[in-house]
């Protein structure tokens, strides 16, 4: 089991390093079990070369030679052959003087006639390793036994394992520097990305990257790029937030400062009626800016819908809204059909967009007129009696600070119906705006849902 160290030190490595470690490692083994294969492979390709050489020559002496017969070993075409005969009572006789062996049960069961053959690796008295091969002779109780050196194979094979070691490690070197090679080459585009993205976040310059090619690197850089259009587009979205901020907070703080000073500069002088009239201007425009504070915290919030949500009924959530609208307008008379439909989402978020298209239908209906709400099937619909919304107006709507050039001597902000589409994108709903058959303006806001609170949601 790897300790904290050890993984410590294999990610403080380079990506680079690892590679060339990973590469050489690979082929290190990869050539060693070849290496090791193939001298396993020659050294029993000639072991059994030689026994069925052995073989063969034995059987062809035995048929050809008798004990009294003295046969040189370079008629068997190797002068390192060693030759005896034996007997089954454990006696042998030598063709070669030099020829001391420690002999067997396995050659004299050959000699008793036991075996028909036997064929072993033994150790002479000088250290001397021996193949010895034992075949029956022509007299019955008789065997004729070959002994050859295994010298001259022990060289070849040591010859072998030396050439097998050098052209490995021959090739573990050769690896390492392909390894290095492919690092160095095939890292490149990490490195420029890297250095591309770096450069990005020491300036700020949100400018998509250079894209090449097809593969891994491409693809990093695409999700890269659409990583900075969405960084680009919210720090768009907070500048203009903050210019139109300061745009709409400019003419009511500057209202109230004019007021504020008109009442220190008049003091006692003022007339009663005055000062009363001074005071209600300061409160509404007081209340005007805490309107519009609060609509701007509430469009600043760009996180996603929280993930604890509720069952929330729609039909419930416009009557709510609508009980508080009726309080700030009295005059307009406000027609409510709504049948259940089941969301989820945040029922007081909900709430502050259906009460917002209540207001903004309530502002421009005029006194005694009617708005009508109609809640199926997931579309809540909202009609006025107002002047509607003229065409080329229509794609502006729902933009924050945007407002008609009839509503700029009217109360408001531009921003309670941005704040509408927000609460609706987050709900994956939708809000659309348009002309109303009475002649004013339509106002569609659809949220997936179901009309039963136990039923499979629909989405």
């Not at 990257?209 to 850089?221: C, F, S, T």
């Not at 509430?298 to 929330?312: M, N």
């Not at 107006?393 to 008609?404: N, Q």
Request: one cysteine or more; hydrophobic letters at 45%; charged letters at 25%.
């Amino acid at each position: 089991m790897a300790t904290v160290d050890d993984r410590r030190w294999r990610y403080r490595r380079s990506l680079a390093s690892r590679v060339i470690l990973l590469t050489t490692m690979a082929v290190g083994v990869a050539v060693a079990c070849v290496a090791f294969a193939a001298f396993m492979t020659a050294r029993m390709q000639m072991q059994s070369t030689l026994d069925e050489s052995l073989g063969s020559r034995a059987e062809k002496v035995a048929a050809g030679i008798t004990l009294d017969a003295r046969v040189p070993s370079w008629a068997l075409g190797a002068a390192d052959v060693r030759i005896l005969y034996i007997t089954s009572d454990e006696r042998y006789f030598s063709f070669d003087r030099d020829s001391e062996l420690s002999l067997g049960p396995p050659e004299y069961a050959v000699a008793a006639g036991e075996l028909t053959r036997s064929i072993r690796t033994m150790v002479d008295g000088d250290g001397v390793r021996y193949r010895v091969v034992a075949v029956p002779a022509q007299t019955p109780g008789q065997a004729l036994v070959l002994a050859q050196s295994l010298s001259s194979q022990q060289e070849t094979l040591a010859k072998l394992g030396l050439v097998m070691l050098l052209f490995g490690v021959a090739g573990v070197v050769a690896a390492g520097v392909a390894g290095w090679a492919v690092a160095r080459n095939g890292l490149r585009p990490v490195r420029r990305l890297t250095a591309e993205v770096e450069e990005i976040a020491r300036t700020e310059d949100l400018r998509p990257l250079p894209i090449e090619g097809d593969d891994e690197i491409a693809r990093l850089a695409t999700a890269f790029n659409h990583m900075l259009a969405a960084l680009a587009a919210s720090r768009d979205r907070q500048r203009q937030l903050v210019a139109d901020a300061g745009h709409e907070l400019r003419t009511p703080l500057t209202s109230l400062r004019t007021n504020l000073d008109l009442l220190a500069q008049a003091g006692a002088e003022l007339p009663e009626h005055a000062r009363s009239e001074l005071i209600e201007d300061v409160r509404a425009q007081i209340a005007e800016l805490t309107t519009l504070i609060g609509d701007l915290v509430e469009l600043a919030r760009d996180e996603p819908l929280p993930t604890v949500v509720e069952q929330v009924d729609l039909a419930d959530v416009a009557d709510r809204a609508l009980t508080r609208v009726r309080r700030r307008a009295p005059g307009v008379t406000f027609e409510l059909d709504v049948e259940p439909w089941w969301v989820t989402g945040d029922s007081a978020a909900l709430e502050r967009a259906v009460t917002n298209l209540l207001d903004n239908a309530a502002k421009w209906s005029p006194q005694g007129g009617a708005v009508t709400i109609r809640l199926s099937d997931g579309a809540l619909v909202v009609d006025d009696e107002g002047p509607g919304i003229a065409t080329d107006d229509l794609p502006h709507v729902f933009d924050r600070f945007w407002r008609s050039d009839e509503s700029r001597a009217m109360p408001g902000s531009g921003l309670g119906l941005s704040i509408v589409a927000q609460v609706v994108e987050r709900h994956a709903g939708a809000v659309t705006a348009g002309p109303a058959p009475t002649g004013g303006a339509r106002l569609v806001l659809r949220l997936p849902g179901t009309d039963s609170e136990d039923a499979p949601f629909a989405g």
